[in-house]
T-cell receptor, first 115, second 112 residues
Framework: GAGVSQSPRYKVAKRGQDVALRCDPISGHVSLFWYQQALGQGPEFLTYFQNEAQLDKSGLPSDRFFAERPEGSVSTLKIQRTQQEDSAVYLC?????????????FGPGTRLTVL | SQQGEEDPQALSIQEGENATMNCSYKTSINNLQWYRQNSGRGLVHLILIRSNEREKHSGRLRVTLDTSKKSSSLLITASRAADTASYFCATPPQGGSEKLVFGKGMKLTVNP
């Protein structure tokens, strides 16, 4: 595809529901990143993958958050038992990877609202 | 945690004027990147400057980096209404990780 795509663009969940957010990176990009952006703040790192390997998940706020990229392409961020504080925009980015200077290409984000 | 901090937090100027945004960061870096975010195009990479570079240009953008002061500045010349957006500096943390640590951002409004 032409860029990083994410779905759904908007998600409203009732507190306690599970949600799954999908990211389709740019074809051929090795690295994939998830960020969380609260209103009026910069994106905060959650986790990242090189191909199918999850190399860093230090930013995941709790064990309710889980991410996977089983075939090294599409990734899913799952949030179990959503809480109101999970309301944010979830951004996915991809990059060519393997080198130290990488431009990250961001998707449009999924805006999650937990009621 | 956020590594960079942009200054000022908000700036309003007239079309045609120049806009300067500053970023300060805390730890040693390999590179520093500037991103722009608006509602129409999401978060877009603008420019990357490496730690061994002092200045870089891209179109109407000029970025400087002073590693001794742990600061960078982004200059947008001859601003346009379309430059209205939030601007973020971002750095990869030490240790070779590819993740980026973003500042809180700066809101630029360019009035026509």
């Amino acid at each position: 595809g032409a860029g990083v795509s994410q779905s759904p663009r908007y998600k409203v969940a009732k507190r306690g529901q599970d949600v799954a957010l999908r990211c389709d990176p740019i074809s051929g990009h090795v690295s994939l990143f998830w960020y969380q952006q609260a209103l009026g703040q910069g994106p905060e790192f959650l986790t990242y993958f090189q191909n199918e390997a999850q190399l860093d998940k230090s930013g995941l706020p709790s064990d309710r958050f889980f991410a996977e990229r089983p075939e090294g392409s599409v990734s899913t961020l799952k949030i179990q038992r959503t809480q109101q504080e999970d309301s944010a925009v979830y951004l996915c980015a991809s990059s060519l990877g393997w080198t130290g200077d990488n431009e990250q290409f961001f998707g449009p984000g999924t805006r999650l609202t937990v009621l | 945690s956020q590594q960079g901090e942009e200054d000022p937090q908000a700036l309003s100027i007239q079309e045609g004027e120049n806009a300067t945004m500053n970023c300060s960061y805390k730890t040693s870096i390999n590179n520093l990147q500037w991103y722009r975010q608006n509602s129409g195009r999401g978060l877009v990479h603008l420019i990357l400057i490496r730690s061994n570079e002092r200045e870089k240009h891209s179109g109407r953008l000029r970025v400087t980096l002073d590693t001794s002061k742990k600061s960078s500045s982004l200059l947008i010349t001859a601003s346009r209404a379309a430059d209205t957006a939030s601007y973020f500096c971002a750095t990869p943390p030490q240790g070779g990780s590819e993740k980026l640590v973003f500042g809180k951002g700066m809101k630029l409004t360019v009035n026509p």
